[in-house]
């Protein structure tokens, strides 16, 4: 085997141990002391809380006007029983979850993959526990909720609007939307799109965390556009293949 393809497959191989002892240790009652609870639940305020609200206005306006050129398209066409599915479809079950975790990545992940190559630069060993603990994991965890919690407000809102763009005001649709949702997350589809939530999360979570393996002198040289092409590619694996375990 090639020298380069070797120091790829081990590097991989570091990331897939790291990834999977940062999600153990996620789920580990003993790591949650008081100094890391309070870590996490500042880094849930800032990568959740506090953009709810206008990321909620941003789902609700795009959903509106989405939900409006399909309804009036597919009208044009004599397909107006399809809209509201298409909507679902497209909008609640591959865009909004894609949506929220790029939305995430930018912005609280990036936060995160400065503040740590900071830290890494001025020669902290952010691999100890107890700093690890304090530095790195309220992050993970915080970007992870960040993305679940975005995903699901956002989704709910855009069903929401669909209905009252398609219906109106009217409690008169609701047996057929009930009918056409429940049609769409199937026994399949339900599971399959909360563990691409639940992927796309982790992802999400812990690529910035990942900076914490190399070593200072490469943290300098363009570690972040390094872990952002790697997060937008693992996001891009995560999608392609939801999309085909759930449509083919």
Request: hydrophobic share 60%; aromatic share 8%.
């Amino acid at each position: 085997m090639h020298q380069p393809v070797r120091r790829l497959l081990l590097r991989e191989w570091r990331f897939l141990l790291f990834a999977s002892a940062t999600l153990l240790a996620a789920l580990t009652p003993a790591t949650y002391v008081t100094p890391v609870r309070r870590a996490m639940a500042q880094a849930l305020c800032v990568s959740a809380w506090q953009v709810l609200p206008g990321y909620a206005l941003l789902t609700v306006l795009f959903g509106a006007v989405a939900t409006h050129i399909v309804a009036v398209t597919a009208a044009s066409y004599g397909l107006s029983h399809l809209a509201l599915e298409a909507v679902v479809r497209v909008l609640v079950v591959e865009l909004i979850p894609l949506a929220a975790a790029l939305f995430v990545a930018m912005r609280s992940g990036m936060a995160m993959l400065n503040r740590l190559a900071t830290l890494r630069v001025q020669d902290v060993d952010l691999c100890r526990p107890a700093v690890f603990d304090q530095q790195v994991l309220p992050g993970v965890i915080g970007n992870f909720f960040a993305v679940v919690l975005l995903t699901l407000v956002s989704g709910t809102l855009v069903l929401c609007v669909g209905y009252l763009v398609v219906y109106g005001l009217t409690p008169w649709g609701l047996s057929g939307f009930t009918r056409l949702v429940g049609q769409v997350f199937d026994p399949v589809t339900a599971p399959g799109l909360l563990l691409k939530i639940v992927l796309f999360a982790a992802a999400v979570g812990i690529a910035p965390a990942t900076l914490v393996l190399d070593p200072p002198r490469r943290v300098a040289v363009g570690s972040d556009m390094r872990i952002t092409a790697r997060l937008f590619l693992l996001l891009a694996l995560i999608e392609a293949a939801a999309l085909i375990l759930l449509h083919f």
